[in-house]
């Protein structure tokens, strides 16, 4: 415990030098130091249970500050441009996710029909008209206001069933509407996308169905006849999936933000004060539309997380094959982290108010875990 609380120290030390450097006008040489800070908070946090659970998190910080700071280390190495990697990336975290799935995560809309519903249906209803109101009263640009309505059209991802868990929901419920959510998606973002961001930016539904259909339900369907016939047998790519899927999404994160570094600049704090925002609401409204509904407390957070939580990097790889990376997809690249952060707190906050009707399944959990 002495080594984190030496390392915490040097975070401190290193937040206090950035802190005088940039009251005095120096900005640009505190770079190094908030790099060397979050780094530090991040290693640091790994030695108190109640705070681990922020250090990946706080190493995106860290990587963004790199990506603001240094954006030519990120855009192009020797001529190729590194946005060329982001769709890879994003299929080898869906292949992930599917091996982590299977049949039964779907046969959970028989048993649970009320809960999947309301689920899928308060998703992709909220988080598209509270992006879609967002992106017109934002006044930015109509290709970054794009991307508010691209996040809130997006499903939901893994990271909502971790949430879940944590929180002493649903997770049973809660694996089964991210797996039908992510499953329809191919119809429905590009059908939300050309409804209601079609005023901002162009959309061809066609095209984006197909870079949906091969960015998601390719890969996931490769997870999951991986996981029916060779789940064990790999070991080593069992164990590796969960780092390639966070080291994937903090890369994604990282190149979109050195690419969009200049817009980020200008509107930054208004877009990440609209991107929480789209956030909160979407655990305030998906909370109380189950409560509408009279579903019990466990389905009503595993709702309200289900809804306020998207999957970013798929969104990010949907506007990297738009051509709009740096523009449209900068609201993704910010909520992504963000959050990470909310969920996390609203998870600990629920955690300590345990429900009555808890029942959580060995297998599902560790699924969720791991994944």
């Given amino acids: 415990m002495t080594i984190y609380k030496v390392i915490l120290s040097l975070a401190a030390l290193c937040l206090l030098v950035a802190l005088y450097f940039g009251l005095t006008g120096s900005l640009d040489q505190a770079g190094p130091f908030l790099i060397t800070f979050f780094l530090a908070l991040a290693v640091g946090f790994r030695g108190y249970d109640q705070w681990k659970g922020f250090s990946y998190t706080v190493v995106i910080f860290a990587s963004v500050t790199m990506a603001l700071y240094y954006p030519s280390y990120f855009v192009e190495v020797n001529g190729y441009k590194l946005s ?75 990271a909502s069933n971790v949430i879940s868990y944590l929180a002493k929901a649903n997770l049973a419920l809660s694996i089964t509407i991210t797996a039908i959510s992510t499953t329809i998606s191919p119809f429905v973002t590009p059908l939300l996308m050309k409804l209601l961001a079609g005023a901002f930016v162009e959309i061809d539904m066609l095209h984006m169905m197909w870079d949906i259909v091969k960015m998601v339900i390719l890969p996931i369907g490769a997870g999951l006849l991986f996981n029916k016939f060779l789940s064990g047998k790999a070991k080593w790519l069992d164990d590796a999936m969960p780092l390639v899927s966070m080291f994937g999404i903090a890369f994604i994160i990282v190149v979109i933000t050195a690419a969009g570094r200049a817009s980020l600049l200008t509107i930054g704090p208004t877009l990440i004060g609209l991107v929480l925002i789209h956030n909160l609401c979407g655990y305030i409204l998906g909370y109380w539309s189950a409560r509408l509904f009279r579903m019990n407390e466990r389905d009503c957070r595993t709702i309200a997380i289900e809804v306020g939580m998207q999957n970013g990097g798929l969104a990010s790889g949907i506007a990297k094959e738009m051509g709009k990376m740096a523009t449209v997809g900068l609201a993704p690249a910010i909520f992504g982290p963000l959050m990470n952060i909310t969920g996390s707190m609203l998870a600990s906050w629920w955690h300590r ?12 959990v560790a699924k969720a875990v791991n994944g």
């Fill in 353 to 364: 108010k345990p429900v009555s009707d808890e029942i959580i399944t060995p297998g599902i």
């Fill in 84 to 158: 060329g990697l982001i769709t890879p990336l994003i299929q080898l975290i869906m292949f992930g996710m599917g091996t982590s799935m299977s049949a039964q995560d779907f046969v959970g809309v028989v048993k649970m029909p009320k809960g999947v519903f309301i689920g899928v249906f308060s998703h992709f209803l909220i988080m598209p008209l509270l992006g879609f109101t967002l992106a017109n009263l934002s006044g930015l640009q109509p290709e970054i206001a794009a991307g508010i309505v691209l996040i809130g059209c997006s499903p939901n991802g893994m």
